[in-house]
C-alpha cells in the first residue's frame, strides 16, 4: 500500500488504558476537595466566602473530569471515536 494507507500499525501509546489511570486521579481529588468543602462548612469562622466556591468549582471540575476519563477508558481501539 502506498505510504502506508490503509495498514493497520499498533498504536504506540493506548489512552483508553491510561485514562483509567487519569479517572481514579481526577476522583481521588475530587475527594480531597469535597473534604476540603466538609471541613470549611463545619468551622464556625470559614463558612462560606471565596475559599469555598474555589473548593466547590474544583470538586465540580474534577468529578466532570473522572467521569470523562471513564468513558475514554470504556472504548477500544476498534470502536474509538474518529
Same mark, same amino acid.
Given at each position: ?13 493506548d489512552?483508553?488504558e491510561?485514562? $483509567? +489511570? ?5 476522583? *481521588? %481529588?475530587a $475527594? +480531597? ?5 466538609v *471541613? %470549611?462548612q463545619?468551622?464556625?469562622?470559614t ?7 474555589g473548593?466547590l468549582t474544583a470538586f465540580?471540575a474534577l468529578l466532570?473530569a473522572?467521569?470523562?476519563?471513564s ?5 477500544t ?5 474518529k
Open positions: 500500500m502506498p505510504n502506508g494507507v490503509g495498514s493497520c500499525v499498533p498504536p504506540l501509546f489512552i483508553a491510561t485514562s $483509567g +489511570f487519569y479517572a481514579q486521579m481526577s476522583a *481521588v %481529588l $475527594g +480531597f476537595a469535597f473534604t476540603a468543602i *471541613v %470549611l463545619t468551622h464556625p469562622r463558612r462560606g466566602g471565596p475559599i469555598l466556591l473548593f465540580v466532570l473522572a467521569l470523562t476519563y468513558v475514554l477508558a470504556g472504548e481501539i476498534t470502536n474509538a471515536r
